[in-house]
């Protein structure tokens, strides 16, 4: 059982988890970020798109 502890304690101590837990934060931020610059730009097209289809004639 002690030896469980010590594995515990160095697990705890070790650099590696909380790297890999930024990363993973990081690419959460940033993944975020890109699907609302996405939404935007979106919208946007969408809004440019129906301003010309009013300008285009229907040919009728």
Not at 24 to 49: E, R
Request: hydrophobic share 50%; glycine share 8%; aromatic share 8%.
């Amino acid at each position: 059982m002690n030896a469980f502890w010590r594995r515990l304690a160095l697990l705890l101590k070790s650099e590696e988890g909380p790297t890999a837990t930024e990363y993973a934060v990081m690419l959460a931020v940033i993944s975020m970020g890109v699907i609302v610059a996405m939404v935007s730009f979106g919208q946007h097209v969408n809004n440019i798109y129906l301003s010309l289809a009013g300008t285009v004639p229907t040919g009728s």
